[in-house]
């Protein structure tokens, strides 16, 4: 993710094991995204 120095939005859709990794400034994966400006959680909804 560091490489891809263009990317300006990431957004994370029920993935709960990536969102709490990537969780800003306390997240063990967050140094690797925090270049990005716009990062953005969607929790799950479920599907019926």
């Not at 560091?2 to 800003?24: D, G, M």
């Given at each position: 993710m560091r490489?891809?120095?263009?990317?300006?939005q990431l957004n994370i859709h029920e993935v709960p094991q990536l969102e709490e990794r990537c969780l800003k400034d306390i997240g063990a994966?967050?140094?690797?995204?925090?270049?990005?400006?716009?990062?953005?959680h969607w929790p799950g909804v479920g599907y019926i």
């Amino acid at each position: 993710m560091r490489c891809l120095t263009n990317l300006q939005q990431l957004n994370i859709h029920e993935v709960p094991q990536l969102e709490e990794r990537c969780l800003k400034d306390i997240g063990a994966d967050w140094y690797k995204i925090a270049h990005i400006p716009s990062v953005t959680h969607w929790p799950g909804v479920g599907y019926i």
